[in-house]
């Protein structure tokens, strides 16, 4: 099963009052402002690794997400999975379980998102975007062990500011239209409201449903902003954003399937079924509606920044919630054989208190405590219906015990229910200080003291149809031995872990243009439980272990690099050198079957080089280039899941799929390609004193990309290049600009997604 891409042409008219963003066209380039410290300062000026851009370069190449963004900053992907959301940093990411936390953080304007569905967002009045790399475990916590994306938004104005932005994306018939409004309101209130809409009917014919396009997008975000000085020393800024997300239809397909697999598929699905990558599926499931993943979200955040004499006391209060229901056809196939489907509802409470001493004596210092409580609760269930697919029923009735019993067709026919709840509670104090000690030498020591507190509780149900599986003795005997898919439990659990993380930083201004530093650093990402455990396992004697939980991930980095301003300005140039050790690494691999397997892998190491460089090669004409190495590996790995293969092999030869392990000691991560490379031109003139051209290309290449973590050889994603295109009319005043904007223009097809179907034969199905 693969997830692609697909070539999009997207043209975008904008009009705005009171805004001027006339192109300066000066050889230096712009100071690019970065709060990676929880200080506003330069990016050149700050000792670690960040990919930054800037909400204007979002809205010229027309990127309206994180999967879009992250693909022009190597060594960082984010994307959208088969059940989840990816989000990795230097081969270093979650898996796909819903219990899990996450080892990228991000945040918006302050505000931890633990959950990896607030990375599905799109953008909406950006002013920048930082990606910070490796550890960042001192100033922004826990789940923070690969590093932390921090976006800023907009704030009100002074001056009065609007604009309407209208853009369409063929291909997939897209339509988008966002407005913003922002000014004052009195002399101490200011606003800013942006509302945006965009719908698009998808790329992927479904050909199993009449040919029907998907995934189909319908989208609608709304922010306001109030931004109010109570006092000339008082600042409040209350912000409140509604998101909804509705999608209809997937871009999964089956694309390699064994001949006694298409002959089922065709035989009792859709007679027309063919397997590919390409820009066709088959998916089906019981509900005419068809496969869903609707999404709403909510925030409300105060943020209040009091200057007490040069010192800065800021608080930053926040509660969001977000609930989403799907269902997923997860045989992946045009039979109506299995669905998954589930409603997680999310909510979380967070305070933030920093307290900042003022910049540019001997020692300057920040110090802060955070508390976050959050309730998770997942509903899911597993629709298995084998009278549907009647050789496989015929199979599992061939079994003389079942036989004798003449029970009708549907009484095999059930549903899997799971209930997950958990309540987190954390909190943490931390501060960092620096020492200047001579105009060119500064010291850094960071130090944070964590504490988290989980309670889950989980129930596991049964249902049937006929209702036999009711009775305990034929869900004991069928329910799970079917498909492996459920059984009968609940438990109840907690768990809790302190944590002592922090960094040191040595700093050196070798020239006014060169910097150099040294960075040493540690973090931990939250251990948990099991969400996705459908057989209620606990305790496993072989393994030793409860396998319901899992433990925390801990780090250890090293990162040396240098920041180089080039000739007067018109260049940036940023290297760094990284080395990382991850103990018990957290993953989920996918059983083949219909579920994952999660535990802690030993060991984990990363060791890269990155750099990009930014250049003004004359006035109108400025240059990007961007390219790293990497090798990120297991270093002990030994009780890894199988792959489909491997299990087959162990069938043919046991029997069973039972207890079928690999060691992948040595071998390499997920999405961490060994190397990475980008080029960018933007060519910006006045064509007149009132109309402004600009020209932008991007080319992206990657080597191949390891996409599952079981290291099933047909999902790597060979090394591929793509090709990105801008061209727009401006006015010179800023009032208006027509852009055409051309993504992956040479039609490249990738997947970032794809696991085993267990449909290769009859017999491995009801093994």
């Not at 396009?213 to 000085?229: E, S």
């Amino acid at each position: 099963m693969n997830s692609i891409g697909k070539t999009v042409l997207a043209v975008s008219v904008a009009t705005a009052s009171g805004l001027f963003s006339v192109n300066s066209f000066s050889q230096a380039l712009e100071e690019v402002v970065v709060t990676a410290t929880k200080r506003v300062e330069g990016l050149q000026d700050v000792p670690i690794a960040i990919s930054v851009m800037s909400g204007d370069a979002i809205e010229e190449r027309g990127l309206t997400s994180l999967e879009d963004l992250t693909v022009y900053m190597p060594n960082i992907h984010v994307a959208e999975g088969g059940a989840g959301t990816q989000l990795f940093i230097r081969g270093i990411g979650s898996g796909i379980n819903y219990g899990f936390e996450q080892s990228v953080g991000t945040f918006i304007d302050g505000v931890y998102y633990g959950r990896g569905r607030s990375a599905r967002g799109r953008f909406l009045d950006i002013e920048r975007v930082e990606v910070l790399k490796g550890p960042q475990s001192t100033l922004f916590g826990k789940n923070t062990i690969a590093g932390a994306i921090n976006i800023t938004t907009a704030r009100p104005t002074d001056e009065f500011e609007s604009y309407v932005d209208l853009s369409y994306r063929t291909e997939l018939d897209g339509v988008g239209i966002t407005g913003m409004v922002s000014g004052p309101i009195t002399d101490d209130l200011r606003g800013r409201l942006v509302v945006k809409k965009y719908d698009d009917d998808g790329y992927v014919e479904n050909k199993a449903r009449g040919g029907e396009d998907g995934p189909q997008q319908d989208n609608l975000a709304v922010r306001g902003v109030l931004d109010w000085d109570a006092t000339a020393n008082l600042n409040f800024l209350l912000k409140a954003e509604y998101n909804s997300n509705d999608v209809l239809g997937r871009q999964q397909m089956l694309s390699l399937a064994s001949p006694t697999a298409t002959a089922l598929y065709r035989g009792f699905g859709d007679p027309n079924f063919t397997a590919g990558f390409d820009y066709e599926q088959y998916d089906l499931n019981f509900d005419e509606s068809g496969l869903f993943d609707d999404t709403e979200s909510s925030v409300v955040q105060l943020t209040a920044e009091w200057a007490i004499g040069e010192h800065t006391l800021r608080s930053i209060t926040a509660y969001t919630e977000y609930e989403f229901t799907n269902e997923l056809d997860t045989d992946y196939s045009p039979l109506r054989f299995i669905n998954r489907g589930r409603t997680e509802e999310h909510e979380q409470f967070s305070q933030e208190f920093l307290w900042t001493s003022p910049a540019g004596g001997f020692l300057e210092y920040l110090a802060g405590a955070y508390y976050q409580t959050e309730e998770l609760s997942n509903d899911r269930h597993t629709f298995v219906v084998f009278s549907n697919v009647p050789p496989i029923e015929s199979q599992i009735f061939a079994n003389p015990a079942l036989a004798a019993l003449n029970l009708p067709s549907t009484a095999i026919d059930g549903d899997g229910k799971n209930q997950f709840e958990q309540d987190t509670d954390s909190w943490s104090v931390f501060t960092e200080l620096t020492w200047n000690l001579t105009d060119t030498l500064r010291l850094t020591t960071g130090i944070r003291y964590s504490e988290d507190d989980k309670d889950a509780k989980k129930i596991g149900t049964l249902d049937n149809l006929s209702g036999i599986l009711a009775d305990p003795f034929f869900a004991i005997l069928w329910g799970p031995a079917a498909l492996n898919l459920a059984a009968v439990h609940e438990y109840e659990k907690s768990r809790s872990e302190d944590h002592t993380t922090g960094n040191v930083n040595l700093q050196w201004d070798a020239t006014d243009e060169i910097m150099l530093y040294a960075n040493w650093s540690n973090g931990y990402k939250a251990g948990g439980f099991d969400e996705d455990n459908s057989l209620g396992r606990e305790f496993v004697e072989s393994l030793g272990r409860d396998v319901s939980t899992y433990e925390d991930e801990e780090v250890d980095s090293w990162e040396v690099g240098a920041k180089v301003v080039l000739m007067e300005g018109r260049g940036r140039l940023n290297m760094a050198y990284f080395q990382s050790d991850y103990d018990d690494v957290q993953v989920s691999t996918f059983d083949g079957n219909a579920a994952f397997v999660v535990g802690n892998a030993a060991e984990t190491e990363v060791e890269g080089f990155e750099a990009d460089l930014e250049f003004a090669v004359t006035d109108e004409l400025v240059l990007n280039v961007a390219a790293a190495w990497l090798d990120a590996q297991y270093k002990s790995f030994e009780d890894a899941a199988c792959n489909e293969d491997q299990f087959l092999e162990q069938i043919a030869a046991t029997g069973s799929r039972a207890g079928c392990v690999q060691d992948l000691s040595g071998e390499p991560l997920q999405f961490a390609p060994e190397y990475t490379f980008n080029l960018g031109a933007r060519y910006d003139t006045s064509l007149t004193d009132s109309l402004d051209l600009g020209v932008g290309v991007d080319y992206l290449w990657s080597d191949d990309v390891v996409v599952a973590n079981d290291l099933d050889e047909e999902l790597i994603q060979d090394s591929y290049d793509k090709w990105n295109a801008r061209i727009s009319l401006a006015a010179s005043d800023g009032s208006w600009v027509v852009a055409l904007i051309g993504k992956n223009l040479g039609d490249e097809k990738t997947f970032t997604w794809g696991n085993d179907v267990r449909n290769r034969s009859f017999q491995d199905v009801i093994s």
